[in-house]
């Protein structure tokens, strides 16, 4: 059974920082790309990052500069930091998982919700 765990979703102020964290069981960590996706209210789910087992990453381009995305294949986590939160990176973050060759995640986690604002 596939298990994406994701953890460390707040209330931060704009300025701060979170980091989000996902625990994976029940899948081949290194055989998968590992990512975060967002949805606002209202909005469709984004893609926000994604790294590559070999830690090859990409952000949307809205984070880029401010999101940094990391994996520790020995403990098959990845994780997301977040600096210089705004209110528009207030949404439910989701951690995704996706085989090398496919084309779209294959597994999702349940997500956990990042609220910024004053």
């Known amino acids: 059974q596939v298990q994406l765990v994701e953890s460390g979703g707040d209330l931060v102020q704009p300025g701060g920082s979170l980091r989000l964290s996902c625990a994976a069981s029940g899948i081949i960590f290194g055989n998968n790309v590992m990512g975060w996706y967002r949805q606002a209210p209202g909005k469709q789910r984004e893609l926000v990052a994604t790294?590559?087992?070999?830690?090859?990453?990409m952000f949307a381009g809205s984070v880029k500069g401010r999101f940094t995305i990391s994996r520790d294949n020995a403990k098959n986590t990845v994780y997301l930091q977040m600096n210089s939160l705004k209110p528009e990176d207030t949404a439910v973050y989701y951690c995704?998982?996706?085989?090398?060759?496919?084309?779209?995640?294959?597994?999702w986690g349940q997500g956990t919700q990042v609220t910024v604002s004053s």
């Open positions: 995704s998982a996706r085989r090398l060759l496919g084309a779209v995640p294959d597994y």
């Open positions: 790294i590559t087992p070999g830690g090859g990453t």
